[in-house]
């Protein structure tokens, strides 16, 4: 419970400060609508205590991410930026000495609503960009497969299989912070090319706080480089 | 620009420190005095202790959460009780401690779960098991029926009903004293009856000695009775070193190991070569596979060695006419007795139904699911996987004829997973009553770091002990109840007979074990 009304504190102040930002900005001369697609690759970190369990490894796996964007422009060095990304969030739960008995890969699958601001700068042609802002999302699915063994009775077996949430554990919901830095290149009045490494750094654990008294906090942190296209109105 | 740079800046500074930590927890698997010390001289640590312990170590929270059991609200419960314990002005007594124990642990399902605490008041240790408490609330009749019943064969074989017939056992303890007592008591009578003044002097000094030996005897035996047979072994050990220079017969050392992996065991053949092997405990291994015997009685005495053989034979009796009879095409059928079998080896598997068919695809025989315990939050497990029993490595047929395995209330572990195995095979059947509820192996202390579950701390040692199976076990099908998880209720039969105990008490037939032969026989 506690947990949940420190994150939203979290949120709302990361809102009144955007707002704040927002009030600060004198009004604008020149705006601009661009519309477009990213897709690229993500890696993926995931923080969780490992307690006593010493050999256990929690290894950064890759995955892809793919979406749309839509980005308004105050300024040419200020716009407001909204996506709406399918984002894989993977991690490796492996052993340092028995990676034959236990090397699971968890594949997780959200659908991310990243709004940044952008700052931009440079030429007409080429410019250097940072986005800052925060991110929602949910978790829409997962699988896990590779190997694993009974220790009790039998050998190593390959696997592979849906994730069964649990509502009791599993948190469905996500937020966080997002921020990248990229290059865009105008190669036509209407038309622009861009590259841009993100992250999306979670500030809710990926599991409830299901135990009243024990508090167990684990959280994606999520690089991604994505390129895409956009059409400029 | 300036004004761009400090507005981004202090953004990022914002998302600093927006993630929480997670709490410390404790590895109480092994004797640790960080995790143990406050636990010696406090019932509420000892309280603290235990249900961290199984919160992070148990893997049945989620079954035990669908049937209506909040583990924090345990803590809530009881936690304030355990700290009146520590104010109590009057020292905490072993009944109270253990009512308080009894009354935390009983709603859990896991059929081998077991914890002891210490009573640091009185030193001594109080231990409880929800396994053992459900069988008292819910099946005490049966349990007291079996209880005062020692089931044998003896009916079948005064009635000349079988072909051949063996029993054995390796309670050296027990054969061994009592056979050496009985001894004693032959000669001390035999010279007793001779007066006084007609003894010669060494006839007198054999009385002299002999009188106390015997009584030393006794002492020992009554320790098995309270089921102190470690206690007993010294002791008797004793008596037999001291004594050695009489060369009383049967009066020689005991092998402490083959106490503990003592077996009864006896094979049957019924004269239409229905074959019938009961064992009291899935400690086979220790008397046909090669590298145990070597390992735990290699340096054994030859009478150890000898009745490690004689034990063995007695199942190779069993097998070589399963093997005989099913080649000559004669074979009626095949009965396994695990009635009041407490489990063991899994290893054992390959004697039992692993000796009665051929491994299939998965190397052995997949007779149910596992999921582990895996990690410190009380909802993290392993995938599913399956549990794969060893089948015998030697030749053998695949028998046709139709197997039956006995089981009770009190079979239990690997008498469970043979009773659910048989129900596996097309010519097999389950007949008796409902077995015990604990499906889920245990493992050694050894192999706690294969999942970092399983124990907390060390039986008779540490304040707090917790005998915890780190796995899960699931049937295959559903059961009647529809669920997989037999925890806590047990393997159902397909042909349910309760023990008439009186009729065998007074008369001598089993009436399952009939009911069994029914079946062979009749098909129905």
């Given amino acids: 419970m506690m947990s949940n009304v420190n994150s939203f504190s979290r949120v709302r102040r990361t809102l009144r400060v955007m707002v704040v930002l927002g009030m600060l900005l004198p009004g604008y001369a020149q705006a601009q609508w661009r519309l477009g697609v990213n897709g690229g690759g993500t890696l993926n970190h995931y923080s969780i205590n490992k307690q006593y369990m010493t050999d256990y490894r929690y290894v950064d796996e890759w995955g892809g991410m793919a979406g749309v964007m839509t980005q308004y422009n105050f300024f040419d060095w200020l716009g407001l930026r909204a996506e709406l990304n399918f984002v894989q969030r993977n991690y490796r739960h492996t052993r340092y000495e028995y990676a034959d008995r236990l090397c699971v890969r968890y594949e997780n699958n959200y659908l991310l609503l990243p709004v940044t601001v952008n700052f931009s700068f440079g030429g007409q042609k080429v410019r250097g960009f940072v986005n800052a802002g925060v991110y929602g999302g949910v978790w829409l699915n997962g699988k896990l497969g590779g190997t694993e063994k009974n220790s009790m009775g039998g050998g190593a077996i390959q696997f592979s299989e849906s994730y069964a949430f649990n509502s009791q554990k599993d948190q469905r919901g996500d937020f966080g912070y997002t921020g990248g830095v990229g290059v865009e290149y105008r190669f036509h009045e209407h038309w622009m090319a861009q590259i841009e490494a993100t992250c999306y750094y979670s500030v809710i654990s990926s599991t409830k706080q299901y135990m009243d008294y024990q508090k167990d906090y684990r959280y994606n942190t999520t690089f991604g480089l994505q390129a895409g296209v956009a059409y400029v109105f | ?524």
Avoid at chain 2, 477 to 495: A, F, L, Q, R, T
Wanted: charged share 25%; glycine share 8%.
């Fill in chain 2, 1 to 524: 620009m300036k004004t761009k740079i400090f507005l981004l800046a202090a953004a990022v500074v914002m998302m600093a420190g927006c993630r929480m930590e997670s709490d410390d927890v404790l590895n109480y698997a092994h004797q640790d005095e960080l995790a143990f010390s406050k636990a010696e001289s406090s019932y509420a640590a000892k309280f603290d202790v235990m249900w961290n312990g199984l919160n992070a170590n148990y893997a049945l929270w989620d079954y035990e959460a669908e049937h209506g059991l909040n583990w924090d609200k345990v803590y809530e419960e009881f936690r304030p009780r355990f700290v009146a314990l520590d104010s109590s002005k009057t020292a905490v007594t072993d009944k109270q401690l253990n009512a308080l124990l009894d009354s935390v642990i009983a709603p859990l399902h896991d059929g081998h779960l077991s914890v002891q605490l210490k009573n640091h008041a009185t030193g001594k240790y109080v231990g409880s098991s929800p396994g053992a408490l459900r069988l008292g609330r819910e099946r005490v009749d049966e349990y007291l029926a079996i209880a005062n019943t020692e089931l044998n064969m003896n009916y079948y074989v005064k009635n000349g009903l079988l072909k051949e017939y063996i029993a054995k056992s390796s309670y050296t303890i027990q054969t061994v004293a009592l056979a050496s007592l009985k001894y004693i008591e032959e000669v001390v009578t035999r010279l007793e009856a001779i007066p006084e003044s007609e003894r010669t002097p060494e006839q007198n000094d054999t009385l002299a000695l002999y009188t106390p030996i015997g009584m030393e005897l006794s002492s020992a035996l009554s320790l098995t009775l309270a089921g102190e047979n470690q206690k007993a072994i010294e002791k008797y050990n004793i008596i037999a070193y001291k004594y050695q220079y009489l060369h009383i017969p049967y009066l020689e050392p005991v092998d402490p190991l083959i106490n503990e992996y003592g077996l009864d065991i006896t094979y049957a053949l019924f004269k239409d070569n229905i074959a019938y092997l009961r064992f009291d405990g899935f400690k086979l291994s220790a008397y046909l596979e090669q590298e145990f015997i070597d390992l735990l009685f290699g340096g054994s005495s030859d009478a150890t060695k000898a009745l490690v053989k004689e034990v063995g034979d007695v199942w190779r009796a069993w097998f070589n006419a399963i093997q005989e009879h099913h080649k000559a095409g004669d074979l009626k059928g095949v009965i396994i007795d695990v009635r009041s079998n407490g489990g063991g080896f899994l290893n054992d598997s390959k004697f039992v139904l692993g000796a009665l068919r051929q491994a299939d695809e998965s190397g052995g025989f997949h007779d149910c699911d596992a999921r582990f315990k895996r990690g410190s939050g009380r909802f993290d497990y392993s995938p599913v996987m399956p549990q794969i029993m060893p089948v015998l490595d030697a030749e053998h047929v695949t028998v046709t004829a139709p197997v039956v395995v006995l089981c009770n209330c009190v079979s239990v572990s690997m008498a469970e997973h043979t009773s659910y195995g048989v129900k596996l095979f097309d010519n097999g059947k389950l007949v008796g009553t409902r077995t015990f509820g604990g499906f889920s192996a245990l493992s050694d202390e050894s192999t706690y770091s294969n999942n970092y579950a399983g124990y907390v701390g060390v039986m008779n040692v540490t304040p707090v002990f917790c005998y915890i199976p780190q796995e899960v076990a699931y049937i295959l099908e559903k059961n009647s109840k529809g669920e997989k998880v037999v925890e806590g209720y047990g393997i159902e039969p397909d042909i349910e007979v309760a023990l008439d105990a009186e009729t065998f008490n007074k008369v001598g037939t089993d009436n399952q074990l009939d009911r069994a032969l029914q079946y062979i026989r009749t098909g129905n």
